[in-house]
Nanobody, 126 residues
Framework: VQLQASGGGLVQAGDSLRLSCTDSGRTFSNYAMGWFRQAPGKEREFVASINWSGDTTHYTRYVDSMKGRFTISRDNAKKMLWLQMNSLKPEDTAVYYC?????????????????WGRGTLVTVSS
């Protein structure tokens, strides 16, 4: 698994943004995937996760504060992961990272994720 996140940028409060994560490796579909973020001066925090199958109806997990605003999805054939972010707020400003874990999509601790991509910066202005 070799991950790379992209799609960040500067947006205004209320705007939407879609982050992408590509895997240049060969075993993407073997892993559950997650998004984390790290704001300046804060610890890295879990955002959302999805299991290996990509079933967004039954096998996703979100931080409560992001439910309804953020949507995680994946396409194993394309080896792609996405995070659709709507109604962005200034407090969503952070570097966003995609990560892969063999421990299933229910884990939310960053130490449970074995592979990490470089982050992409999202800045939300008020």
């Amino acid at each position: 698994v070799q991950l790379q996140a992209s799609g960040g940028g500067l947006v205004q409060a209320g705007d939407s943004l879609r982050l992408s994560c590509t895997d240049s490796g060969r075993t993407f579909s073997n892993y559950a995937m997650g998004w984390f973020r790290q704001a300046p001066g804060k610890e890295r925090e879990f955002v959302a996760s999805i299991n290996w199958s990509g079933d967004t109806t039954h096998y996703t997990r979100y931080v409560d504060s992001m439910k309804g605003r953020f949507t995680i999805s994946r396409d194993n054939a394309k080896k792609m992961l996405w995070l659709q972010m709507n109604s962005l707020k200034p407090e969503d400003t952070a570097v966003y990272y995609c990560a892969a874990t063999s421990r299933g999509h229910m884990v939310t601790t960053y130490s449970d994720y074995e592979f990490w991509g470089r982050g992409t910066l999202v800045t939300v202005s008020s």
